[in-house]
């Protein structure tokens, strides 16, 4: 009966995975043949896990959907009744797993969610996966300490082969687990720094990046490194903060999922850079190396509304070092938080970016946007025009560095060299 009721859980898997792609009519009849056969399974073997699990999975996919109602609420509780059916015949961590996921999309979800947890880590304390929840889970609720912890243990065990994975899986679940540490790294330093802590808030940064940001990859490293240059400019290094936003664009550019809001931000980051430059200077009384700079900076904003055209920060951003570098232009932020520039005198005119706002639609964000980033922001370009005198920190590309150590590259390009990598092709297309 048990093994009858594993090959209608096959079969219910595929007809799950299926209803999920489809849309109309066609998703209707998978969805019917799908509870048939699940149905099947249990019909089989009530106590059959795997079966179980798949309810719980077809609700958070819609493809089956509560009699109660569809809101968010009565999907996940559905789902965690049926997740907390499949652990209870023996689905081990992974359905103990969406029980605490399903926890916390509901009301009281993060106490509720934590009061799982401390029991999971007990009875699995193996389970990087537990840790790296439990983690999130105490960021969230200010624990930080608690978290870093249990983020690094989550690291330790999934680098140690427990639960064992291909090389392809593990390298991913390391890079989320030090992704989340990225994360919880900026959200420390952002404490410092609001509290006027500023040179404690680089230490954290920094002391990240080289522990554990090299070898992550992803938005919270980009956001890690972007958020040292920024701490580092109110510590008045601004020539590290130049350098160190020029690690934040080759981090986006080494992510070959990043999108173009991410991409965008990188090359804000960068024209802040240059703007505090421009600021040094002009409060040295040089003003025309300040109005190069300024003028550098503007170039930058522009190109980070290129990237991503609904970026106001940058738009504001672009209209507001026009104003520094002209005394005839004034700038202020109106309610809607929007920056705009007005001329203090007839027939002053400051340049302007076109509104653009909701041309670019959402399925624009993939490969069209990382060929505007890759074409705009080459970093030849950026080492001619912006920097030259800087010479930027190696990190890990897609094609690899002689510098790295032998576990980065395992854990950063296994995964990549196994199959079909586009950002390589678009790079060797603009070298050709």
Partial sequence: AAATALTFADEAQRLLTQADAARGEARQALSTAFVNTVQEALASDPACHAAH?????????????????????????????????????????????????????????????????DKLVVEYPGSPDIRLKLGINAVQQGELDLAEREMKEAVRLFRSGVPSFDPATQALHVGNALENLCKLAFVRAGDLSANGHHQDAVQVLSGAWTEFGVASYGSNKVQL???????????????????????????????????????????????????????????AGDEAGAAKMFREAEKLFEHAVTVWNEDQASRSAYMRVQAKAHPDIDFHINEDGIGRAVAKKAGVI??????????????????????????????????????????????????????????????????????????KDEQKRDRE
């Fill in 53 to 117: 699990f798949l309810w719980g999975e077809a609700f958070l996919k819609r493809v089956v959907v509560s009699p109660a109602s569809n809101s968010n609420e009565e999907v996940y509780k559905s789902a965690i009744q049926h997740f907390r059916r499949a652990a209870g015949n023996g689905g081990g961590v992974k359905a103990h797993c969406f029980i605490s996921d399903g926890l916390a999309q509901l009301p009281n979800g993060l106490k509720n969610n934590r009061v799982v947890l």
């Fill in 225 to 283: 490194v972007g958020e040292l240059s920024r701490v580092m400019t109110k510590t008045g290094d601004i020539e590290g903060a130049v350098r160190t936003a020029h690690l934040c664009v080759e981090s986006a550019r080494g992510w070959r999922e990043a999108t173009d809001r991410m991409c965008s931000y990188a090359v804000h980051v960068l024209g802040e850079s240059h703007e505090a430059r421009a600021d040094v200077l002009q409060a």
């Fill in 350 to 423: 400051f340049r302007q970016l076109p509104d653009t706002k909701g041309v670019i639609t959402a399925s624009d964000n993939g490969r069209a946007a990382r060929e505007r980033f890759l074409s705009i922001v080459s970093v030849e370009e950026f080492r001619r025009e912006f920097a030259p005198e800087a010479p930027l920190d190696p990190i890990p590309r897609d094609e690899g560095d002689p510098q790295m150590s032998s576990q980065v590259k395992k854990e950063m390009f296994d995964a990549q060299q196994a199959g079909p990598n586009p950002l």
